[in-house]
């Protein structure tokens, strides 16, 4: 029963996280607030990874079988987390992770369907119905509310 | 301008789409915590270059000081990855992780305009706002589904 609870809190840390970058991004910049969010996480990781064995703490890293691909994702990062803060204090968290979510969503049915791994049709097509009437309110009601 | 703004969000998700997929790449190499903090590291090297842009264009500019915990994000992002790891190593599984995942980050979403929770202004929100996260959070939930059923399947 405690993991339905992690999950659920990691989902609400995920936008108390964002809500507070955009806080950041609104009294700086947003590419300043995703600086600072990357500059402490990565203060916060090194503590727990120093205190739990550092390099002796189980990992046995074969550097040269590491593919270029897993080293980009803290740079698209940056761009998004920056994206993301900044949006949130021009439309609103809600909108804003609606949206967010969709993107992220549709993108692993897109690569699904381009690697051949969608099994069942009927759940994919009416899932992605769902999402893209989600998306297509929000182009309907296109003015974003004020604070 | 608003257009834009929706089609950046949408943009913004495929990226976190990729960083998640990059993320657990590099995670499988080396561990979550190891993994978790090169992200971050690498992060932070890209970004410099904007802090210090902002930092150089600021230079003459007396600002007030900001309340520290707007510096705060980035722990929770430690603390995120580590949640999500003992959920989907659990009975619960990946997509039982992400399903929670997104349950808490729409409603919470939800609260935090409704309310103006952390600073944020307070928005009324619509009849709309609500039947919007309600589809893209069952479509999102059909789709996870599909993808364990497929799992699952021989």
């Known amino acids: ?147 | 301008m608003g257009r834009l703004y929706l089609l950046l969000a949408v943009i913004a998700g495929a990226g976190i789409s990729w960083t998640v997929y990059s993320n657990s790449l590099l995670a499988t190499h080396t561990t979550d915590i190891m993994g978790s903090m090169m992200v971050h590291g690498i992060g932070t090297f890209f970004a410099l270059s904007f802090f210090l842009y902002y930092f150089y264009r600021q230079r003459n500019h007396k600002a007030a000081p900001l309340p520290l915990w707007n510096y705060g994000g980035g722990i929770l992002g430690g603390l995120i990855v580590l949640l999500f790891s003992k959920t989907a190593n659990s009975y619960l599984g990946i997509s039982g992780a992400i399903c929670l995942g997104l349950v808490g980050q729409t409603t919470f979403a939800l609260a935090v305009d409704g309310f103006g929770l952390f600073g944020s202004p307070r928005r009324r929100l619509s009849g709309l706002d609500l039947l919007q996260a309600s589809l893209v959070l069952s479509g999102s939930l059909l789709l996870v589904w599909s993808q364990n059923s497929r799992m699952t399947a021989p």
């Not at chain 1, 910049?29 to 390099?55: E, I, K, P, Q, Y």
């Not at chain 1, 897993?70 to 803060?85: D, F, H, R």
Request: aromatic share 8%; net charge positive; hydrophobic share 50%.
């Open chain 1, 1 to 147: 029963m405690i993991e339905i609870l992690f999950g659920l809190s990691g989902g609400v840390l995920i936008a108390v996280s964002q809500t507070i970058n955009s806080r950041l991004a609104i009294a700086t910049t947003a590419m300043n607030a995703s600086f600072w969010n990357h500059l402490v996480g990565a203060g916060f990781m090194s503590l727990l990874f120093l205190g739990t064995g550092g390099f002796h703490g189980g990992a046995n890293v074969q550097w040269q079988m590491v593919p270029w691909q897993a080293y980009l994702g803290g740079a698209v990062g940056v761009l998004a987390t920056g994206a993301i803060a900044f949006l949130i204090g021009r439309m609103g968290a809600s909108r804003t992770f609606t949206l967010v979510i969709s993107g992220q969503v549709l993108t692993g049915v897109v690569m699904d369907g381009l690697m051949h791994r969608i099994s069942s049709h009927e759940l994919t097509l009416s899932g992605t119905a769902l999402i893209l009437a989600g998306i297509g309110i929000s182009f309907l009601k296109n003015k974003p509310t004020a604070p």
